[in-house]
């Protein structure tokens, strides 16, 4: 088998050129996505200095021709709700130190974008059907269907270069839950959860699918749970949005115990924490933050590895990253208010069932 190019390649990839030859003894190569090349290497380092990259993206590999991969067969998608890719799709990472996921290890997860600026990231969400999207009420308040779109398959959000592309959906429309209101103390929320309807449904694939919703009622408390998003990496100015999709592990936590814990905060003494909440976290340094709002809470399912159900919705938090749970929507509280509008919207619930 042709070996890729020597890691010694000054250039690549200039003027327009994807094709190089370092000296007259090795063979021509190209910059290829690294999936792309069947030359043993299938890993993308994330803390690797792109000024010293000899391709355009760090996603990509100088390859020689004869290794090139022409024609990739179709990954087929998983079948049911809520399988997460472990592994990822396409290619391994290392560096991942700072909580990031891997490219399509979590289908389900969307960006709520605006239309028409250049900071077009509005909050998360949570593909429940490939034509509906599960997220906070308060991320996409006083915002018009017309003004928003959903993104499914984003990772990076500073590339294009991942191996399956992002697809963008227009929306049709917005129902929020009808006991929806902002609380007059402290701001709270209450009863934080909308669906989107999409013009066109989401192709599914390896790297867009669907989570499973929990059944109504059901308890989380003791869970180790999982949530995704792009918000900031601590709480304040220096805070900053995340360019790849981190995940975050989290214990889910009983509403008593956080009830307790939020009234030791400014909240106060009286403070009652509504019964569409629950809460997950407390551990110092693993939290979700601000921009994380309307991502999912996912637990893994009993007696089915690799198959997890949304149990959350971020919704607000004291702080980040520190030893005060955060506060989440109980899905399992709304499950019959999703199966309902599901059904007034002429739609099957079955993307979301657990097999």
Request: aromatic share 8%; glycine share 10%.
């Amino acid at each position: 088998m042709d070996q890729a190019c020597p890691n010694a390649i000054d250039v690549c990839c200039l003027g327009g050129e994807n094709l190089i030859s370092t000296s007259t003894s090795s063979p021509p190569c190209e910059c290829v996505l690294i999936d792309h090349c069947d030359n043993g290497e299938n890993t993308v380092d994330l803390r690797l200095d792109t000024k010293k990259h000899p391709c355009s993206s760090y996603l990509e590999i100088c390859c020689s021709l004869a290794a090139i991969i022409s024609t990739k067969p179709i990954a087929c998608p998983s079948v049911g709700c809520g399988i997460r890719n472990s592994n990822g799709v396409g290619f391994n990472i290392t560096g991942d130190n700072n909580m990031e996921s891997k490219f399509g290890e979590f289908p389900w997860m969307v960006a709520i974008m605006e239309e028409k600026t250049t900071n077009p990231y509005v909050c998360g969400g949570s593909l429940i059907h490939p034509s509906v999207v599960l997220t906070a009420a308060h991320c996409i308040d006083r915002k018009t269907s017309q003004s928003l779109k959903i993104r499914a398959g984003e990772w990076d959000t500073q590339t294009t270069r991942e191996p399956h592309p992002y697809q963008d959906r227009s929306i049709r429309r917005i129902t929020t839950h009808p006991g929806y209101r902002r609380g007059f103390l402290h701001g709270v929320l209450y009863n934080d959860i909308a669906l989107i309807f999409l013009m066109q449904p989401f192709d599914i694939t390896i790297s867009v699918n669907t989570i499973c919703l929990p059944y109504a009622n059901e308890n989380f408390d003791e869970s180790r749970c999982i949530s995704t998003g792009w918000g900031k990496n601590e709480f304040g100015a220096e805070g900053k949005y995340q360019v790849i999709l981190k995940r975050v592990e989290l214990p889910v936590v009983s509403s008593d115990t956080c009830a307790e814990k939020l009234r030791r905060t400014r909240l106060g003494g009286n403070f009652q924490l509504h019964n569409s909440y629950m809460c997950a976290g407390g551990e110092p340094g693993s939290d979700t933050c601000t921009g994380d709002g309307g991502s999912p809470l996912v637990c893994p399912v009993k007696n089915s590895p690799g198959q997890y159900v949304q149990a959350g919705i971020v919704a607000w938090g004291i702080g980040c990253g520190g030893s005060t749970p955060g506060v989440y929507v109980d899905v399992s509280f709304f499950r019959d208010w999703v199966d309902e509008e599901m059904k007034l919207n002429h739609l099957s619930t079955q993307s979301y069932q657990r097999q």
